[in-house]
C-alpha cells in the first residue's frame, strides 16, 4: 500500500515539474521511480500467482508422495517414494534415479497423514528389509 502511494506521489509531481518547464533531473528521477515501482509491482505480483498456481498443482497431484529421504554421501541418497499401494526405495545421484527395492505400502507403519519423516532413516529402513527378509 506504501508503495503505491509513494508511486502516485512521485507521478504527480513529475508531471507538476514536467508542465513548469524544461525536463529536471528531479522530474527524470520520479519517472524512473515510477517505472520501477510498476516493474517490482508486477513482479512481486506474478511470483505470488505462480506460487499460488503451484500449491494448487501441487494439492491435486497426490500419486507419488516422497515418505523420507536421507543422505548416504555428499550428492547421494536413498528416499521412500509412495506409488499408489507400493512403496519404491530409490537410490537418487545426481543425473541418476536407481531401484533399490518395491515393497507393499502395508508393509510401512502407519503414521498419521501430515507427520514429518523420522530422522532415524536408516533404522528405519534396515528394520523394513529384516522384515522382508523374514517373510
Known sequence: MRILVLLSACLF????????????AVAGIGQMLL?????LAL?????????????AQAAKAGALRVLSATPVGPRERVVLV???????????????ISPLHRLPLSALPSVPEGTPATPDFAAKLRQLMERRRDQ
Open 13 to 24: 509531481q513529475s508531471a507538476a515539474l514536467a508542465s513548469e518547464g524544461p525536463p529536471s
Open 35 to 39: 517505472g520501477l515501482g510498476v516493474t
Open 43 to 55: 513482479l512481486f505480483g506474478a511470483l505470488h500467482l505462480l506460487r499460488r498456481l503451484q500449491g
Open 82 to 96: 509412495a506409488v499408489g499401494e507400493e512403496v519404491l526405495v530409490l537410490g537418487v545421484a545426481p543425473g541418476r
